[in-house]
């Protein structure tokens, strides 16, 4: 794990998706009428908070690319840089969707071994 932006983490990106996927799995709620207005509230400051930061995100590497350009390129290694072959490339880009994939798979799995029984 290397250091990098706040929120483009683990972390960050399970809230990221958990804040877009938000509204949707709202509107299911609205359909079963188990809905509110207030629980509509919270879903959209949520997704406010999570537009917020990818906006932030956005803002940084804008600024990094303005304040040192080339420096900044390099950073990241994509396609136009020569020194990274394509199969780098894609693991670097899938490894947050596999460390995420892994933890949920992890979660979904401990969850139904430590699941509590109903009394009988």
Do not use: C, D, H
């Not at 990221?16 to 188990?34: A, N, Q, V």
């Amino acid at each position: 794990m290397n250091v990098g932006l706040p929120t483009t983490g683990l972390g960050g990106i399970f809230y990221i998706l958990s804040g877009l996927l938000m509204p949707f799995i709202e509107l299911i709620y609205t359909f079963r009428e188990k809905s509110s207005t207030a629980r509509w509230k919270v879903v959209f400051r949520q997704v406010g908070i999570t537009m917020g930061i990818l906006a932030l995100i956005w803002i940084t590497s804008l600024v990094l690319k303005i304040f040192i350009p080339n420096q900044a390129s390099n950073l990241i290694p994509v396609e136009t840089n020569a020194i990274y072959s394509i199969s780098y490339i894609r693991i670097v880009l899938a490894s947050p969707i596999l460390a995420l994939g892994t933890i949920l798979g992890i979660s979904w799995i401990a969850s139904l071994f430590l699941r509590k029984r109903p009394a009988k």
